[in-house]
């Protein structure tokens, strides 16, 4: 199993949600954070005192699959998040080794 | 003889002080108004959108106040004997330009009380009309365009219309009736949104793509609440000093009569908004209640000093259950209101103007009609044409990519709340 | 003479006047201590129970208006040439229905205020006494049968103990002391709130299982600050406009020694709260310090006209400390008061009913507490009454769930923040 | 004639009622700019200290009234007929103690509004000075210190300065001009908060270390507006109740026309502020609008009655810019004050006292230097002898580590918004 | 050494802290975030539009532990926040290449 | 590659994100996170009822890196973020298996 781990823009994360949804993905996990890269803050003015944001806001979307869906998974949060300008946002994978639904407790491609 | 000739003049001077005391303090009241509408509005907007509305709010009712200065109370009153005055401030400034009624005039019977604590009430009333503007076009429109909007309607088209009415109009010779500005007032601030919202089109998100109507809850109602408590507390003000004058047994019976009218006509207000959102949505929608109390306080407003208590309140409770309906019948005609304003004033004015015959002789329902119809478009009109000039210069709407970071960013430069909420 | 009988008349009229509008500002001032009721225990709340207590706030004023109108005043003034009018406003909806002092009535000296005016001030009073009971049952009752509770207090439980005091009843003929109703008005909301507690229970986390108290913060003190603020502000009417009348040196004398000692015993009260919370719990507890502030306006309500400004000051921080120590002493027996009032309201009432003798003469302390236990015996009897029947009827509480999802969104649908705090 | 001398008699008490009234209503407003102050600051500061300043609020008020009551009062108006007895209250608690003015001396023209309502007004401005030392000092000192502070300035060196002026001591003889406090008031909080911000030192992260000036924006611009426009509100009372009588054609037109001219500063100051932050950071900064409103109200308070509405609007406006001004000098300068304070109450405090002359005959620009600096020099000090002390005993600022966690926990030991923002 | 990473309901966090807790777990790093899966968020109504709720609020637990406790800890978190409704959350298990406990300069399970 | 999650003193942020900026490190996840550990929360009083706040505020950085610069990335942190008292937090090291970038598609090393 995977662990995919995506950092989008805030404002995508409905259209992902939807587009993974559509390939049968039942789970996912959201964390806002605040995110740094290459796409720089915006400078502000406070009572005529600089003021850099340096941080963006962005969404983290965790999502546990099944080894042979994972690609699959990748290519439409890819397709789906992309809007060609900086700032997109970046793809994790991490291998999983093991998942356990609390509520009856499976574990495996059967807790996913 | 001539200690009663004396006791006689300080009676007229105590007189005189007490009506422009009353005057003053309903004004007071009614400038209060103006963090209502600012804290009720900033409470139904989102976060990001929150500093641009509180900027809107408090540089209106600055504009309003230099604008109706400089020429808007001499347009609404010209006949009076003040007005000259403050206008030819102009060419007075500093320590000449102001004149106000003298001892005289006062003993004699002319002036009854301050013409200047008549300027300081008329000032207020028109900040209310242009605070109501504020909430319908909340979250999209750009700043500025709002302000040159501010500077017309409350210099020009708004005292005009007020004129008809208050300034011994046509309207007002054609019997009329509108105590403290349920046309003149509400109907003129509602008019002039709704002409806005419709050039300016919904909010992104609000109506999705397969035409669902979707909620963009507002991001603080504790504020909303307080904001309408104000305006409640103020609206005392705004109808208790319409009757102009407290002293004498009448005046004195009428402003109290007011004072209770205008209470019972929101709390039936919100009662009514309360149990139909109950029966309706299953739930008892604060946002709507609060809706509800200003539509009771909008219904009594064109005249609070006919009905008993309990008509009163009954004239309010319709008024809540108008509002209701209108929020929901706007929001199914895709005219995005955020606050509920065009309904509130708007809807719920006409409803305040068509019922003064319900318990007051002296108007007729025709008359009422005509007025109503009058007002609604003079400023509607008027009101389209200013903003459709700013369409085509300035540009009314802020870009996609501003509304969807938050205006406040690019109009104000900071954030209401930058610990609090993330901007998206 | 002729000129002399007029001028005598004009001089009525302006007393008249005066007064009356001395009676609606401070019946305005009472008003809006509505607001404040409603930020202090907004602010004390949990953040997902927050739009349930604006609800409550709002629609128990409106609720005690109308019960008011339609029979609370009638039961608690039955004498007075004024009720009449209004509750007669049941059969003559519209123009007739109401009457109010005549200019005859006026110049022969027997009424010196308007009758409506009156009754706006009265009317703010009852929902003060319920607003009290609002806090009280916070983040776990059900808000209709909270509203269904309101009816019945307002319109019955409160006007009947407020007639043997201020109806000129037996406990006014007694000799009992209760100026503007540290027992009438406090006492009275406290007694009932303590009825719902007991019946209600504890908010769910509120005791651990080993008996331990666990604290459970507000989520917005500014907003608890604010409605303190508004409180203490609103309170100069409540105990300044309950000299009935402003006319004359005495009268007017007497007016600004009020305002003086409300402030003081505010101050007082608050100071002694900030000193025993310091030394107590090692800081400055600003919930402590605002409590102590309204135990200090509690207090000098019973009598706010007698004390010098010194002795109010200490009858206030008097009330200051006791409060603390109730507030402590309730948690202890796990009588669970989200915000105070019942310590504030009730345990400081009580204080201040016992104290009016320190400083007025013609008050008996016994009197005192035979006043005092009969508005607690009655209030807290019919009030047990009719949250029981409420109890087996509606049900008084919210499901376990609910309770922990928050009542906001099982009872109003909407959430107070929705973008700042998410819920549990 | 026995007729004409009961009525002469009643006409008095009328007069004396309606302007003590008068002045009661004013001071209620006043007092309200407590509530003003306590939310712009807590609204212009971080989550994690407004517990801490909220609590300073309503402590200093608490603290300005009881001083001012013990001695304050007594040492700036020592040939008053009254301060005897508010400060005899000390040997006289209970029911003697106060001594108001007889019906005799009324009709006989001595006394015109009671003595205890001119200490009611005389109060809450010594807690307005005191607010605003609050703000500057914001985030970073020590709770208690601040305390001991507020006893000193309130019960002795305001009033010392204060009697100067208004209690008649030679910097009224001289011809020094200050209506109702732009020096007496504003200056002297802003110069001992000058004082005070001066020894204590920027806040932690305020200026970086290679120089450069770091903005710390504010929790919450809705209180910080709100605050604005309860100030603005209460400005009224502040301003309209200091021509102290409202009784005759005279008065009653000039506290009209300190409303109208109060008003029309504010917006003028606003607007300006607007513009010039408009053209100088590119966006409408809703802070430096809030300031630039108070600035337009300090800026008139010197002297709002001999200039017409349009140069006070002028007066106003200046102010407004020159706020803007301020406030980035004092950043430049590495003058840390986080709301501003310093800038709208003492520059703009100077300003208000200078621009007498341009528009009232009687002033002269070198008395009214000689004023501001007599002020300014006496409280300067003074108060940083007091700082000095409390510096070297109980110490005035808080450690690092509790200024990085935030002052709340360690002073208040509670949150103000626990379940929004994580403290750091 | 295992990151154990458990998605719980909020009402769980004290119970669940105070049983891993009691088995020896000095260490936990929580972050509110929102969940997406079988349990349906609820529809509201503002102003009478619908107003669907999607995603519930959950939270996360990060616990690092060494190899031959995972399983315990697993259990644990497992027993501890299971209601037996849906929404009960899932434990993921992932690899764990070094810890460093930044204070000392530790690492390895003398970190965890 | 790496997934280096760094949990720090969130008064600390400000010199780690400089101090990695300055080895070379472009992008940055951050999240504000509750943390659990040695350090204890603060016993306080709320109207005389004490109250314990066991959770203390901390900051997360999670941070995508080549595998030949992880050892450099976590000195870096570690030494920016000690200031040697308890409550210091730690460095958690993981495999990654790949990293997308939305906007352009690259993956692996050039992704980062
Ligand atoms: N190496 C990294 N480790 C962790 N998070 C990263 C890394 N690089 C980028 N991010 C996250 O992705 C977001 C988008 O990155 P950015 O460099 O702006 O995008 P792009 O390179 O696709 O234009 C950043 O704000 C940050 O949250
Ligand atoms: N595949 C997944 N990847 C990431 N997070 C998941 C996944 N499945 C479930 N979750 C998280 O677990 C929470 C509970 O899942 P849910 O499906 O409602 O529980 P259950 O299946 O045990 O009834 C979700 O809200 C989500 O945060
Ligand atoms: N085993 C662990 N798993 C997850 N997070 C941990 C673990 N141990 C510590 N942490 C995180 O690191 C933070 C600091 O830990 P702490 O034990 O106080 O530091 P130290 O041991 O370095 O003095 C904790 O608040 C917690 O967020």
Request: glycine letters at 12%.
């Amino acid at each position: 199993m995977k662990m995919i781990t995506a950092i989008i823009k805030p404002f995508k994360l409905e259209d992902v949600r939807e587009a993974i949804a559509d390939i049968g993905i039942k789970g996912i996990t959201v964390t806002e954070v605040k995110g740094f890269g290459r796409q720089r803050g915006h400078t502000e003015m406070y009572r005529g005192a600089e003021y850099v944001v340096d941080f963006l806001p962005k969404t983290k979307l965790e999502i546990a699959v099944e080894d042979d869906i994972a690609e699959q998974v990748i290519e439409t949060i890819s397709d789906t998040a992309r809007t060609g300008k900086i700032g997109d946002g970046k793809i994790f994978v991490s291998p999983l080794e093991e998942v356990v639904r609390i509520r009856t407790g499976e574990t495996g491609n059967e807790a996913v | 003889m001539e200690a009663l000739t004396q006791l006689t003049s300080q009676v007229s001077e105590i007189s005189y002080a007490l009506d422009t005391f009353y005057f003053l303090v309903m004004g007071a009241l009614v400038m209060w108004m103006a963090a209502g509408f600012t804290m009720l509005e900033s409470g139904l907007v989102r976060a990001k959108n929150t500093a641009e509305i509180l900027t809107k709010n408090v540089g209106l009712y600055s504009i309003a106040c230099i604008m109706y200065m400089l020429c808007g109370y001499s347009i609404m009153y010209p006949g009076g004997d003040f007005q000259g005055g403050v206008f030819n401030a102009l060419a007075n400034i500093g320590i000449l330009g102001k004149t106000d009624n003298e001892l005289g005039a006062v003993v004699a019977g002319d002036s009854y009380y301050s013409g200047l604590s008549d300027f300081f009430f008329q000032v207020v009333f028109v900040a209310t009309a242009m605070s109501i503007v504020s909430g319908a076009v909340a979250e999209r429109m750009k700043l500025w365009s709002f302000f040159a909007f501010a500077i017309v309607l409350t210099g020009f088209i708004y005292p005009i219309q007020g004129f008809w009415k208050w300034g011994d109009g046509w309207l007002n010779v054609m019997g009329f009736q509108d105590f403290a500005g349920s046309g003149v007032v509400h109907l003129c601030g509602a008019a002039a949104a709704l002409a806005g919202v419709l050039l300016l089109g919904a909010r992104k998100g609000k109506y999705g793509k397969s035409g669902e109507i979707k909620a963009i809850p507002g991001c603080n109602l504790p504020l909303a609440t307080i904001g309408t408590l104000i305006l409640w507390l103020g609206w005392f003000g705004f109808n208790g000093g319409s009757q102009l004058q407290v002293t004498g047994v009448e005046n004195a019976n009428a402003v109290a009569l007011i004072f209770v009218n205008t209470n019972m006509a929101a709390a039936g207000g919100l009662i009514a908004a309360m149990l139909l959102s109950r029966l309706w949505f299953g739930k008892a929608d604060l946002t709507m209640l609060l809706n509800g109390a200003l539509a009771g306080l909008v219904a009594i407003t064109a005249e609070p000093l006919t009905p008993a208590p309990l008509a009163a309140t009954a004239i309010g409770a319709i008024g809540g259950i108008i509002v209701v309906l209108a929020i929901v019948t706007f929001d199914k005609l895709r005219i995005d209101d955020p606050v509920g304003a065009i309904s509130v004033h708007g809807v719920v004015g006409v409803w305040g103007l068509l019922a003064v015959p319900l318990t007051n002789a002296d108007a007729k329902f025709s008359v009422q009609l005509i007025g109503m119809l009058s007002i609604l478009a003079w400023v509607f009109i008027t009101s389209l044409i200013v903003w459709m000039v700013l369409k085509y210069t300035l540009g009314i709407r802020i870009s996609e990519q501003e509304e969807y970071e938050g205006i406040d960013l690019h109009e104000c430069g900071v954030e209401a709340y930058p610990e609090f909420a993330t901007p998206e």
